[in-house]
């Protein structure tokens, strides 16, 4: 649960970025900017589905116990 909000959030911090970005630069600069953004959500994806990485991404979860009324 905690791999999707976190890529979800990503997801949409970078259509915000990519909505932003000036249109008016070259093509080559553009396929530049592209090719580095798919490399860092290619490390970013490669770090969230790392096993190594399992328990430090999972959240705590608690029992509460309620009083029976």
Known sequence: MYKIQLLSCIALTLALVANGAPTSSSTGNTMKEVKSLLLDLQLLLE??????????????????YMPKV
Do not use: D, G, I
């Not at 770090?47 to 509460?64: I, Q």
């Open 47 to 64: 770090k969230v589905k790392n096993p190594e990485n399992l328990k430090l991404s999972r959240m705590h979860t608690f029992n509460f």
